[in-house]
């Protein structure tokens, strides 16, 4: 469990936007090194609170910090140096291979180089793709690479836009699996937005949003449980213990 005294993200009352605020007065600490996982239902403003770490969103009042720094007194060359970001939408990058698209990242002193980008797909245990055209890939091989792609860039902290979706059970667990070990062995902070509740389950802190507010926040035992699920999607949802594990159950008007 990572300690939480030690923030790579701080929100302080920031209302949070673009032509006016869709989150409302948050406050939030994001631990680092740590996988953060924040879950809400569509619209509840998961993504835009990612935009505004990569100055996309505006943020109307209050403040926001990216490793004590007021993300304000950062300008936009600056940001590859503390993250990289990857998109929730997947689009067929045309006649590019992988690696030209790892390589696409930036660092803090420019452009990723191969050496970096293979050396990222091989630690995501996809480097036999490299030569391969990125529109020809499986959604599943496609995430990794992106994930591959935000890894090359050596940043400590990494922002996801719904890695998980659209995968099938094998892949969905082969990139939980990646962002797991991209935070053991390179103590890097991964922020990962979605509803995907085994990725809540396998991070160290969870972030619960609706309706641009914070619900709840915290470990993933304190937030995975029935009512501040059915409380976050609006529906009858049952959280069960079956040998350790917690299971998701919704429930109908008939029970």
């Known amino acids: 469990?990572?300690?939480?005294?030690?923030?790579?993200?701080?929100?302080?009352?920031?209302?949070?936007?673009?032509?006016?605020?869709?989150i409302k007065d948050i406050t939030l600490s994001i631990p680092r090194p740590s996988l953060t996982t924040i879950l809400?239902?569509?619209?509840?403003?998961?993504?835009?609170l990612l935009r505004a770490i990569i100055k996309y969103a505006k943020v109307f009042s209050g403040y926001m910090y990216i490793d004590s720094k007021d993300i304000n007194e950062l300008s936009i060359e600056e940001l590859p140096?503390?993250?990289?970001?990857?998109?929730?939408?997947i689009y067929s990058q045309m006649a590019l291979t992988v690696l030209d698209v790892v390589m696409s990242s930036r660092n803090g002193d420019g452009w990723v180089s191969g050496d970096d980008a293979l050396a990222s797909l091989k630690y995501l245990g996809v480097g036999n793709i490299v030569g391969r055209r990125f529109d020809e890939l499986s959604t599943g091989q496609k995430r990794l690479a992106l994930i591959a792609r935000a890894l090359a860039s050596r940043a400590p902290l990494l922002l996801l836009d719904e890695p998980t979706s659209n995968l099938d059970l094998g892949n969905k667990y082969r990139v939980i699996l990646?962002?797991?070990?991209?935070?053991?062995?390179?103590?890097?902070?991964?922020?990962?937005?979605?509803?995907?509740i085994d990725l809540a389950l396998a991070s160290d802190w969870v972030i619960a949003i609706r309706d641009g507010e914070v619900m709840a926040m915290g470990a993933p035992g304190d937030i995975i449980n029935s009512k501040v699920l059915s409380e976050l999607y609006g529906i009858d949802v049952e959280v069960l213990e079956v040998n350790g594990h917690r299971l998701i159950h919704v429930r109908n008007e008939s029970g």
């Open 1 to 22: 469990m990572v300690a939480v005294s030690n923030y790579i993200i701080r929100f302080v009352n920031a209302r949070i936007g673009y032509d006016e605020p869709i």
């Open 40 to 48: 809400g239902p569509n619209g509840s403003g998961k993504t835009t």
């Open 178 to 196: 990646a962002l797991r070990r991209v935070v053991s062995d390179r103590g890097i902070t991964v922020i990962a937005t979605g509803h995907d």
């Open 81 to 89: 140096k503390y993250l990289s970001y990857s998109p929730a939408e």
